[in-house]
């Protein structure tokens, strides 16, 4: 039997034929996925502005995840899943504190005196973030056009930041950066588990694990900070809470996990330049002249750095 034999060759082009059809349904189906996960994320900004007009900064990052997580566990005990492994706890933590809690939590701190267009162009830099975390947690070794790129779109940013601050970044910008390093850090960890266990699964337990410090966080929230009930509120509440943290995780995981990081990190191009329209669109927010082409930029480097990995 050789490969030159012609009794077998009919078979293996018979056998690599039928393997195929199957990858390339994953990878649209993974590609989907990421996609829905992109839409959810993009009206997250807006979103969190309708939820601070019913509730203060602490008490919607806190009830988001009560919410998020009552969910998640409800799934985990009807479909019975197990515990995960003891190695994988680590990487859930990252991601609890990355996505569950430090992204939130910031962005939401910030949105308090920022823009949701503003916050996007920042947050923008979130795929480069992820593709940087991505490179030193697995050990690759980039390119010199990678780096350049990533260098390039962070000094992007950090100029439109500078320049829409007078001067220098505030309070309300620091927080966007903290909050791009924590949620990078998270995707990634998120992604790598993603491989060995279903997507919800792993934004399930991550929820499940920060419910004691949320729960007990909510009641407290809630005894400082007053409520103001309305439409737009609590609209804004439950769509960060079941969309963007739930539903939206869930995808997105599931997509990175099919389709790989760096490919999914593309589709998150689409993110800032979707959020600008709902900025708009929702919230009636008019754009800075320079917003515009800031994200335009970024997603520029973002797709150099892309390119490079490939």
């Known amino acids: 039997m050789t490969a030159q034999d012609s009794a077998t060759r009919p078979t293996a082009i018979t056998v690599t034929t039928a393997a195929a059809a199957p990858a390339d349904g994953s990878a649209r189906g993974g590609l989907l996925l990421a996609a829905l996960g992109v839409v959810a994320f993009s009206l997250t900004f807006p979103s969190t502005v309708w939820g601070l007009e019913s ?16 969910v998640a566990g409800g799934f985990l ?9 003891r190695s994988h706890w680590g990487s859930l933590a990252v991601v609890a504190g990355g996505v569950v809690v430090g992204f939130p939590l910031l962005t939401t701190l910030a949105l308090q005196s920022s823009s949701a267009s503003h916050a996007a162009v920042v ?4 795929p480069l973030t992820t593709a940087v975390f991505a490179a030193v947690r697995t050990g690759r070794r980039p390119s010199r056009t990678f780096w350049l790129a990533a260098l390039a779109g962070a000094a992007v940013v950090i100029g439109f930041t500078v320049a829409a601050s007078g001067g220098r970044p505030q309070g309300p910008d620091l927080y966007l950066f903290a909050a791009l390093l924590v949620c990078a850090a998270g995707y990634t960890e998120g992604g790598r588990l993603a491989r060995s266990m279903p997507g919800w699964q792993v934004i399930g337990w991550a929820l499940v694990l920060c419910l004691p410090l949320a729960a007990a966080g909510s009641v407290l929230a809630l005894a400082q900070e007053p409520v103001r009930w309305t439409a737009q509120g609590v609209a804004g509440l439950v769509w960060v809470a079941l969309v963007s943290t739930f539903f939206g995780l869930y995808v997105w995981y599931r997509g990175m996990a099919a389709i790989g990081i760096p490919r999914a990190s593309q589709l998150q191009l689409a993110q800032p330049l979707l959020t600008l329209v709902w900025s708009v ?14 994200a335009a930029a970024v997603l520029v480097c973002i797709a150099v750095t892309q390119r490079a990995r490939a």
């Open 281 to 294: 669109v929702l919230l009636g927010e008019s754009l800075a002249p320079a917003a515009p082409l800031a």
């Open 55 to 70: 509730f203060g900064p602490w008490s919607l990052v806190c009830l988001r995840s009560v919410l998020a997580a009552l």
């Open 77 to 85: 005990l009807v479909l019975r899943v197990p515990l995960p492994e």
């Open 123 to 126: 947050v923008g830099l979130l």
